[in-house]
């Protein structure tokens, strides 16, 4: 069965200093990978999309950046928070091959102060 | 309904009553995907439905779909209280990656 795994469950980080969150697949060779992010109370908005290992393809632009170091990894990081930042990121993976289903993990809880 | 600037909508049933959700989709699309959403959870996926099904039951639950009106409807039948969550549905704008949400619904069934 596949898992998904997201870190940190939660964090509380100053304006201006850097983030990472991770996401790691388990129990599915290549699998596209998305990062999410959600307003509390709001709905999801999709920032990244990768289809491989060293591909990601911005959905939109809010001063973060993400990586595909290994198949089954997905990063996502900025050098600078801001408040704007703070919100639930989740990360989310689909089978190729047309198989449209979105599968989610936890979510990580970023509040910027 | 779900889309466009509406904010979340709210909607308070009892246990037993019937109660339906809509969305509208602005561009053609041959999928609706119903996610619901536990609070402080990712969401998770509930009824897929393509446009050759205008209609997908899974136990209590019944999707509709109607490509003309740009349209699809999420019903629970004799709601629980275990039904309580944000439900979100979901369209893939075009061809391409992006999965676009509506703004959710956020149901609260009372005992």
């Known amino acids: 069965a596949q898992t998904i795994h997201q870190w940190p469950v939660a964090e509380i980080k100053a304006v201006g200093s850097p983030l990472s969150l991770g996401c790691t697949i388990k129990?599915?060779?290549?699998?596209?990978l998305y990062w999410y992010w959600q307003a509390t109370g709001g709905t999801l908005q999709q920032l990244f999309y990768?289809?491989?290992?060293?591909?990601v393809e911005s959905v939109v632009q809010l001063n973060l950046s993400a990586s595909r170091p290994k198949d089954d990894q997905f990063i996502l990081s900025t050098e600078k928070l801001l408040l704007s930042h703070s919100g639930f990121y989740l990360c989310?993976?689909?089978?190729?091959?047309?198989?449209?289903?979105?599968?989610f993990g936890h979510g990580t809880k970023l509040s910027v102060l | 309904s779900q889309w466009g600037e509406e904010n979340l909508q709210a909607l308070s049933i009892q246990e037993g009553e019937d109660v339906t959700m809509n969305c509208s989709y602005k561009?053609?699309?041959?999928?609706v995907h119903w996610y619901r959403q536990d609070s402080g959870r990712g969401p998770a996926l509930i009824i897929l439905?393509?446009?050759?099904?205008r209609e997908k039951r899974s136990g209590r639950l019944r999707a509709t779909l109607d490509t003309s009106s740009q349209s699809s409807s999420l019903s629970i039948t004799a709601a629980q209280c275990e039904d309580t969550a944000v439900y979100f549905c979901?369209?893939?704008?075009?061809?391409?990656?992006?999965?676009?949400f509506g703004k959710g619904a956020k149901l609260t069934v009372s005992p």
């Open positions: 979901a369209t893939r704008q075009g061809t391409g990656s992006k999965l676009s």
């Open positions: 990768s289809i491989t290992v060293g591909q």
């Open positions: 129990g599915k060779s290549s699998p596209n």
């Open positions: 989310a993976w689909s089978p190729t091959g047309g198989d449209e289903r979105l599968f």
């Open positions: 561009t053609y699309t041959t999928v």
């Open positions: 439905i393509r446009s050759n099904e």
